[in-house]
């Protein structure tokens, strides 16, 4: 994780929420072919973090920076940010009743390739990550996450995130809700999208997911900031002992 | 100690004299005799006269008059019943004394049967059916009112509220319902006697309900009662006026006028059951003012009268404020229940839920009648709506007409409305069971019902399923 | 000119009330009386909560001249697509005077008639005698009065029973300028077992804001005999300086269906009001509104569902799109009458607010009469999601053509409910009004 090969670099980032910070100053590089994972309990300030990044209007940063490829996020607005190379897949996709997902993907697709773009390949590559990703063709004319059940939800996310191919995906509790053959299909997905070009941050609760999706580094979230990082055995020393471990070690819960 | 018991006694026995002066029963005896009807500008000097307001407040009650008189009917609502209404031939103050004290065989039949079924005491029986002007109110009342000095929160009759604390009364008499406000509004600011006033220091938090002088008295029950609750900086109070049982009553008219005010950080719960006569016109003009982050909910039951309208109101003026308001209805034989809720959002970030449920029943008609409004400043603000109807018999009607008046972008407002009989597949559900038909829909509605009676003490809770289960047997009416 | 003026009486001689023979002389003459009896409405009484009334006392006095110009581009590709059979005839108005009909003589083969209301009152006589004012006659109000004594000429249209009229009809209206006032009428009369699609546009008007408004007050009567199908477009796009009032009542018998697709985009004060009367067993009625308000645009819509008949059904789905300082007030009631048993009735309005100077007032009523019914009826008010648009933004979608989506995904839902065939003409009205949002 050396700085000259950051692809996404996160400075001192802290973000409120209504007034109350909940992400209270996280650093955090991730290079070029990289899969971090970040990991912490519920209210540690994981997905506060993802959405800040990716300027959710509720979550504001009041200090720090962010860059990609040198670019700096902040001053942009969420499209730019999308365009400048950023990727979040929802953990609560929100529907959007009366937008077909062909039809916002196409535009999607478009706004990166810019107005003028040819789209002939756009049908074509559309069905082919669709049935990579075992999404029914019907999908295309269905309403935006409308009805969609978790799962179905979810593929969809990966969906637009092929679809897309963004330097840095951040991919936020994408397991959480998924049996166990959409968590595989989910994690081909992962997989396949993953380069030695693109960063990847998975933002997790369980360590399921990091069986499917191998992270280089993992590290531990709590109270707003990363308190622990390791590699993939963090990450199963986690799943084993639970977070009462790490908040032992460093005295967290000291005095309650 | 005997201090307390000193006051007591003294209470106890001011309860009475109260009663005799608010009534005018040492005043010039020819006057009972004579029966006035009907209103006038001598007979609102004279009320005010004999309850020895303040100038202020008789000249108010002039200029209502005035309006009164100028206002034309209502428009809208039942404009066929309301048109029945005789001003002329109401006794605006008092009865003359013949006519004061029925007898119980005046009583309409349908009523001692559902005092017998609902096991109401013999005392209690006679002042509901209208038959003793006094009922007894007992001793814990008494108890409760030394526990509630100590705290300093007043809770007197309105009258009484006038004489003793005119400061309040006087800054806050009218300013949420003003005379003009509607015909009705007026010739209750001429012509009021009786109802609760409330006020409830900062801070103080009320634990138990305060209920109309514990379950029914008189002053409350008047024709044209007037209250009027407030409660300062974060103070917390919930009040109870009304009782389930059914209330007989001669007098063709109850007007009355219900002001609450919740000042910042207050929270306020108004809780009415009326099940007067059906032959009475039940037109109530109810409205609270919430100011910053306080909370005000009315609980709203209407079962009994031949015509009801009433739409209690709150007005979110300050920023945070909050408001809720539970209206249910049952409309029987020849009833028409013309019952809903108004929220007005003045301030930004200020929310509102209004849940009504209606039962129209034989030939009875409910209609819900709302009021959803944002003005252009109260960005933010968020309105929930949700009426559900059920109707019972072919002749049974429903009615829903609510208006939603947005002037603000930013805001979330939602209405909902539902209007069915009792679903077949639920009346299979429970008698494949083993319920009889009766005992189904019986219990169907009791849970259509349940989300306001889950909200009422328990006492209530339990006439009122009683009371619709004698409805649902028909053997009301 | 033709001056605003409340109150305004229709004169003994005005010219249109010698127009026809005897028995409609003599209904113009009650309705002359009725619109001169009748105080204007109280405002704020129900329909007249939001809506000034005088503004429709507009005087029948302006010389209009005697043909449109604005239309011309519109009626030339409509003579194409008539030659290419994808309409079934084009019927032009222009200010409720003079009436042509053009390409309908392949219809008229199979009795079909589309012609002018004062033609068909001496061809038709039967007919229009049965039907004219049956449904906007004296009891409806002081407007509905004012066009029954003052149309000039109408459109007549009749399908025979058991014909059916494969391509829509155009009927295309156009106001006349500044201080005109216009009394357009429709009578449509469908056969039974006939199917039948209008569109019935109106445009035109004055564009001037400097000047007096151009006025036009519609009547709409259609009738559906049993087992038909009838589907009508109303499509106002008024020029912006023009007042205009409509009223649409349908009735329709057993077995009966009848689409109605109001769209509102343009003028500067409309009210409409909508209605169908569902009249014998098996009838449905589903009605599918959008409304698109900018400027200071005023739309005062009202709809009605009355189920006479048991065993009917309906459906209401008006959407509502306003931006900069545009109103929009819709009442909707559905009335289930006693006698009408299993009914089902619903209705939804939506409103979205573009903008913080808009007005939406939404009064969703409903009045049921009898116990065996399944209704209800919902309402939303509130801008752009912006969660929603920031879901957007975030896969790179800019903010404008993010909004753009939202609000064409708000109103698509609706136009999926209009059938395949019109829903294309319909998509590309209310794409030139997206444009613009």
Redesign the interface.
Known sequence: MSEQQGLLEIKDIHISVEDKEVVKGVSLTIGRGEVHAIMGPNGSGKSSLSNGLMGHPSYKITRGEAKLGGKSLLDMASDERSRAGLFLAFQYPVAIPGVTVANFMRSAVLSHRGKDADMSDFRKLFKKEMSDLGVDASFATRYLNDGFSGGEKKRIEILQMSMLQPSMAILDETDSGLDIDALKTVSEGINRYHNDQNGVLLVTHYQRLLNYVKPDFVHVMMDGRLVKSGGAELALKLEDQGYEWVENELGLKAGV | MSDALDKQKKDLSTLNQDYATKYGFSDPVDYFHKGARGVSHEVVEMISRMKKEPRWMSDIRHEALDIFESKPMPRWGNTNLLGEIDFENIYYFMKPIENQQQSWDDVPEYIKKTFDKLGIPEAEKEFLGGVSAQYESEVVYHSMKEELKEQGIVFLDMDSGLREREDIVKKYFGSVIPAADNKFSALNTAVWSGGSFIYVPPGVDVKIPLQAYFRINAENMGQFERTLIIADKGARVHYIEGCTAPVYSTDSLHSAVVEVIALEGSSIRYTTIQNWSRNIFNLVTKRATANKNATVEWVDGNLGSRLTMKYPCIQLVGEGARGEILSVAFAGVDQHQDAGAKVVHVAPNTSSRITSKSISKDNGRASYRGLAKIHKKAENSKISVECDALLIGDDARSDTYPTMEIDSEKVSVEHEARVSKVAEEQLFYLTSRGLTEDEARLLIVNGFMEPFTKELPLEYAVELNRLIELEMEGSIG | MAKLDSEYTIPDLAPELQRGPTWLQSRRQTLREKFNDLPLP?RG??LWRYTDPSKFMQAQTAEASATGSRFADLIEQERKHLSESHLAGLVTDFAGRDIKALGVEKLAAKGVVITALSDAVESHLDLVEKHLYGLIGSEMGKFEAMNGALWNDGIFVYVPDNTTVEQPLHLLRESGGAGSAQFPRLLVVVGRNAELTIIDEYGGGSADKKADPAYSNGAVEIYGLEDSRTRYVSLQRNEAATNSYLTHRAKIASGASMLTVPLAFGGALSKQNFGVILNGPGAESNMYGMLFGSGRQHFDNHTLHHHAAGKTHSNIDIKVVLRDKAISAYTGLIRID?TA?TCEAYQENR?L???????????????????????????????I????L??????????E??QR??V??????TLNRVPQDMRERITRFVDTRLENV
């Open positions: 109280p009484l129900h006693e048993q409103n607010l573009l903008s913080s100077g808009t007005k939406a007032e939404t009064i969703p009523e409903l009045e049921i009469l009898n116990e065996d019914v399944s209704c209800s009826h919902g309402a939303t008010v509130g801008p999601d912006p969660i929603q920031f879901y957007l933004m975030c896969r790179g979608i800019q903010l053509a993010a989506m939202i064409s995904g708000f109103v698509v839902p």
